[in-house]
T-cell receptor
Framework: SQTIHQWPATLVQPVGSPLSLECTVE??????LYWYRQAAGRGLQLLFY??????ISSEVPQNLSASRPQDRQFILSSKKLLLSDSGFYLC????????????FGAGTRLSVL | GQQLNQSPQSMFIQEGEDVSMNCTSS?????WLWYKQEPGEGPVLLIA?????ELTSNGRLTAQFGITRKDSFLNISASIPSDVGIYFC??????????????FGSGTQLTVLP
């Protein structure tokens, strides 16, 4: 069966510090991968998606970047965090044989202080 | 960009009551999904709909894909305390590309009172 892992679960970082959130998927190959941000428990905002290794599409201009160094690994990064980067970050995967339904990880709660 | 209007934004109901929420869009979707999110967790898929008019159940949950392909509703019958959470609709447009991006509603916060 397929599983998705996100870590860390929670993170408190000072303004101006770097960020690295990791997401990995098990049990499937060549998944589409997604990073979302959720503010105040509502509204999922798509940040990045990837259809393959090294292929990243950005949905909104921002202080964040994403990379996909391996087929089932998706990383969300920042060189210098802003207060406005605080939020709940969710990774998701989908594959065509499962009708491209997106399945979500447990999320990372990021607090920038 | 595409937006989904999900209503109501929040609901307070008594245990045992039925619940109904819906989503409407300005364009046609070929897939409607309903997710539930509990505090501190990621959304979990409840029901997936693929054809106009399709009515699908999952236990006490029932969802329908609107005939116009621009709306969907979710019903919960005989609510129980563990139904508490945020319910999201999500739609996928035919033109959403190879990544099959989803458009999400803003969520319905459900509170079940004992």
């Amino acid at each position: 069966s397929q599983t998705i892992h996100q870590w860390p679960a929670t993170l408190v970082q000072p303004v101006g510090s770097p960020l690295s959130l990791e997401c990995t998927v098990e049990g499937t190959s060549n998944p589409n991968l997604y990073w979302y941000r959720q503010a105040a428990g509502r509204g999922l905002q798509l940040l990045f998606y990837s259809v393959g290794i090294g292929q990243i599409s950005s949905e909104v201009p921002q202080n964040l970047s994403a990379s996909r160094p391996q087929d089932r690994q998706f990383i969300l990064s920042s060189k210098k965090l802003l207060l406005s980067d605080s939020g709940f970050y969710l990774c998701a995967w989908s594959v065509a044989r499962y009708k491209n339904i997106q399945y979500f990880g447990a999320g990372t709660r990021l607090s920038v202080l | 960009g595409q937006q989904l209007n999900q209503s109501p934004q929040s609901m307070f109901i008594q245990e045992g009551e039925d619940v109904s929420m819906n989503c409407t869009s300005s364009s046609i979707f070929n897939t409607w999904l309903w997710y539930k999110q509990e505090p501190g967790e990621g959304p979990v898929l409840l029901i997936a709909l693929y054809k106009a008019g399709e009515l699908t159940s999952n236990g006490r949950l029932t969802a329908q894909f609107g005939i116009t392909r621009k709306d969907s509703f979710l019903n919960i019958s005989a609510s129980i305390p563990s139904d508490v959470g945020i319910y999201f609709c999500a739609g996928q447009e035919i033109s959403s590309g190879s990544a099959r991006q989803l458009t999400f509603g803003s969520g319905t916060q459900l509170t079940v009172l004992p």
